[in-house]
């Protein structure tokens, strides 16, 4: 195990200055990049946001099987089929149903099926339908109905929350899918996430809605602005839908704050042929079911240019214009985990864990100094090197480096040496039996070599396990931990294994000891 | 042999030992309950620096007037630094941050700089828990697979009930000193699982190197010659082990605290268990080479 050719020699000193080549890099400066690749520095350690958002389907599933009455209706009819007891629920509605049969045939039919289409990527329809007793049934969403309405909303608010926050203008932020119902967005660097929460916790539905006593399409009665209740008819005008610009602007008469937009086509005519038709009336301006104001119309406006004011400030009227551009949400969207860490803290976290690591890294190397003198500083150097590569293998990957990650080196340099440990110790024991000194040591770093395996590759389990379940922070550790263990075996059975060759080599048999 | 101890006339002492504080550990888990924190029962925390001196009590006043419900205030390292616990209510959090900053603000008179935020949802916190209750029940899964590949079944079980061992008292521990569990005490708790398993693995390594070298010897002296054979190696490593976690421990700062504490904890508990526990299960079992040879012609017909 002592003898190294010299290409042996050659490969093993050429990977080990190639992968620690990489660790010199995070300290270079940021105008005068040679390679672009540094460490990842994570949300803990340079402050930034973490929000984990879920879309909140249960108002767009109400929505989407109500839509799904008419057609229902319309099929019982056409199919000869007598229906009673029509009951509309939360997100399903019931009926009992004259022939099931024929209810069945239809209602699962393949062909040019309007009401229930069969999605063939799932291979399932749209709807399903349960029996609740005799003809009564129940028809709602199938498994796969209601994970295509999800994935749709979900893919439509990835892209609008991606809008919000570009427009915010926030560096390199993250934005995810996560599973079927989540979106995760990553935002280093921001102080203070309460304007971007408020932001993504708008779904900014904008209606134009009439304000009248009564109408034939019913009306709800919603506070106004000015707090003065306004019965508002559910027609719905024109909506957010058909803006294509809105602007903050400020009104020069009374210097006011106002929203500017610009309609498309449809939305100019749709908005000029109603206040055409109502002028006098009032035009109710709704988000999320709020009055923003309900001013007069005073003459018909054709321009497809119109203004939203409502006592705002500044920064309000330029927020909502940057909502009104985005678009509106599908559905509203909860924050359900959120891990916000301030620079300053951030800081002090990278100051804290990198003095432990220095102090920990003395402490390891005096240890093992006192412990095996020369051979003690095989190991340190060894040490040294694993450092380096340990750093390097993260700066290739461009890995992710947190506050736990950090205290996995730390680690690291605490287990690393086990190794060496492991194989002086049982060179040591060599040293009592072999009389050749070169045989004790060879013996020694083939026999260490099984268990020196074993020990590692269990931590090394335990390190792939933490990856796979750990988040954020934790998977952070879960790497640093993982590669260290590879570096520690490369620099343990090749590099330090090398220089003790050396070592012993020349000593020519001559009475060297591991204290 | 000189300088050896007699480990395996201590082995009956150390069981009872062990058995005691092991049950005592389940007792506490199941009847004191384990210390959750936000991550696993969901909630909010947010550390945050005054710029004057200020009570937590004054701090605890102003937020139990804003009605959040079970409110949890402690000094967090220097002075002025607290870490604030609100319990989760069911209620949309999605404005309570800038309220109770308000709150604060105007209550106390002083500059407050939230330092860190954290929030989770209860859907969030439980499967955070069950997640972790995976790991780490596919962690020692995992261990005991792999000590079953590479040894025999006796040494698999051996390992896998020091590492029950090391893990449940562990966790006792953290629940006597009401410590907070959280996703690093996880990470910990994982990682002294790798750590155990390490230490075990070494030794069962030159019992069974010494069990094929010396047949005629009984396995409670081969055990006692394995553990002495590599017991400098066992302190060494647990020292430079812990030389780092101590390090960690004092200068790492308070969010690896609980961690680094967790983790020192363990190396103890999991190099005592290696001696302790996984050497006398082997005896348990009666193992001598003929196990291991029985075991190869079963591989080797």
């Keep these: 195990m002592l003898n190294f050719s010299k290409i042996n020699t050659l490969i093993i000193y050429l990977i080990f200055l190639s992968i620690s080549f990489f660790s010199i890099l995070n300290f270079q400066d940021k105008d005068n990049l040679i390679i672009d690749k540094k460490v990842n520095l994570g949300l803990d350690l340079q402050g930034g946001s973490y929000l984990l958002l879920e879309i909140n389907s249960d108002s767009l599933i109400k929505e989407k099987i109500q839509s799904k009455i008419i057609p229902i209706k319309k099929l019982l009819r056409e199919n000869d089929l007598i229906f009673s007891n029509f009951i509309i629920n939360e997100d399903n509605f019931s009926f009992k149903v004259s022939d099931l049969e024929k209810f069945e045939l239809a209602f699962f039919s393949k062909k040019n099926n309007l009401v229930n289409p069969y999605i063939d990527t799932y291979r399932s329809f749209e709807l399903d339908y349960k029996k609740i007793k005799d003809n009564n049934i129940k028809i709602l969403f199938s498994k796969y109905g209601l994970l295509t309405i999800n994935n749709a909303a979900l893919k439509q608010s990835i892209e609008i929350v991606r809008r919000r926050i570009d427009d915010v203008g926030t560096k390199e932020p993250t934005i995810l899918q996560r599973g079927e119902k989540r979106i995760l967005v990553e935002l280093p660097g921001l102080k203070d996430p309460d304007r971007i929460k408020k932001l993504l916790g708008k779904t900014a539905q904008l209606n134009f809605r009439l304000v009248s006593e009564n109408s034939e399409f019913g009306v709800d009665e919603l506070i106004s602005e000015t707090g003065e209740k306004l019965k508002v008819s559910k027609r719905i005008v024109m909506s957010g839908e058909n803006l294509v610009d809105a602007q903050p602007s400020i009104q020069n008469q009374q210097n006011e704050p106002t929203v500017s937009f610009t309609l498309d086509r449809l939305g100019a005519q749709k908005f000029g042929r109603a206040t055409t038709d109502n002028v006098g009336k009032r035009l109710a301006i709704i988000l999320d079911s709020k009055i923003i104001s309900a001013p007069n119309i005073n003459e018909p406006i054709t321009s497809g240019k119109g203004m939203i004011s409502g006592n705002f400030t500044f920064q309000e009227a330029t927020d909502l214009s940057l909502l009104l551009r985005s678009g509106a949400l599908p559905t509203p969207l909860d924050v359900v985990e959120e891990r916000t860490v301030g620079p300053d803290l951030g800081e002090d976290s990278i100051k804290s864990g990198v003095i432990s690591l220095i102090v920990g890294f003395i402490l390891v190397i005096l240890f093992m100094f006192y412990k095996y003198r020369l051979f003690g500083l095989v190991a340190n150097t060894a040490l040294i090197a694993n450092l380096l590569m340990l750093v390097g293998v993260l700066t290739i990957l461009e890995a992710t480096l947190t506050l736990p990650g950090i205290a996995g080196i730390i680690l690291t340099v605490g287990m690393a040496v086990d190794a060496n440990v492991l194989i002086f110790e049982r060179i040591k024991e060599e040293l009592k039996t072999e009389k050749s000194i070169i045989h004790a040591f060879d013996s020694g770093y083939s026999k260490a070599k099984i268990t020196v395996l074993d020990a590692n590759i269990t931590t090394l389990i335990a390190a792939i396990i933490l990856f796979a379940f750990g988040s954020g922070p934790v998977k952070g550790f879960a790497i640093t931990l993982g590669i260290g263990i590879i570096t520690t075996l490369f620099t343990a059975y090749f590099f330090a294994r090398h220089l003790t060759s050396m070592i012993v080599l020349k000593s020519k048999n001559q009475d060297i000891k591991i204290k | ?301």
Excluded at chain 2, 98 to 118: G, Q, S
Excluded at chain 2, 246 to 256: A, D, F, K, P, T
């Design chain 2, 1 to 301: 042999m000189i300088n050896t101890i007699n480990f395996v006339s201590k082995f009956k002492k150390a069981n009872i030992a062990s058995i005691i504080i092991f049950t005592l550990s389940i007792i506490l888990i199941f009847f004191k309950g384990l210390n959750y924190g936000i991550d696993f029962k969901g909630g909010t925390l947010i550390e945050l620096r005054t710029d004057k001196s200020i009570q937590a009590s004054s701090i605890r006043d102003s937020l139990n007037s804003m009605n959040l419900g079970d409110v949890n205030v402690k000094k967090f390292g220097k002075d002025g630094d607290f870490l604030i616990k609100v319990e989760q209510k069911n209620t949309n959090s999605n404005n309570l941050i800038p309220e109770i900053k308000k709150v604060l603000k105007e209550n106390l008179n002083a500059e407050i700089d939230f330092r860190r935020v954290e929030n989770v949802g209860p859907k969030v916190s439980s499967e955070l828990l069950e997640s972790s209750i995976i790991a780490i029940s596919l962690a020692l899964a995992a261990m005991l697979f792999y000590i079953w590949v590479r040894f025999e079944w006796q040494f698999s079980v051996g390992s896998i009930v020091a590492l029950f061992h090391d893990v449940v008292i562990t966790l006792g521990i953290f629940s006597f000193l009401s410590l907070e569990i959280n996703l690093s005490i996880i990470a910990a708790v994982l990682t002294i699982v790798g750590y155990s398993m390490n230490d075990t693995v070494v030794i069962y390594d030159r019992i069974r190197e010494n069990l094929l070298k010396y047949s005629k010897i009984s396995i409670s002296d081969v055990s006692n010659l394995s553990i002495n054979e590599t017991l400098s190696r066992t302190i060494i490593t647990s020292a430079t082990t812990l030389f780092a976690l101590v390090s960690i421990y004092i200068l790492g700062g308070e969010i690896l605290r609980g961690f680094s504490f967790a983790m020192i904890l363990g190396v103890i508990i999991g190099t005592y268990s290696s001696i302790f526990v996984a050497s006398p299960i082997l005896k348990f079992f009666k193992v001598s080479y003929k196990t291991l040879e029985k075991e190869e012609e079963k591989i080797l017909p």
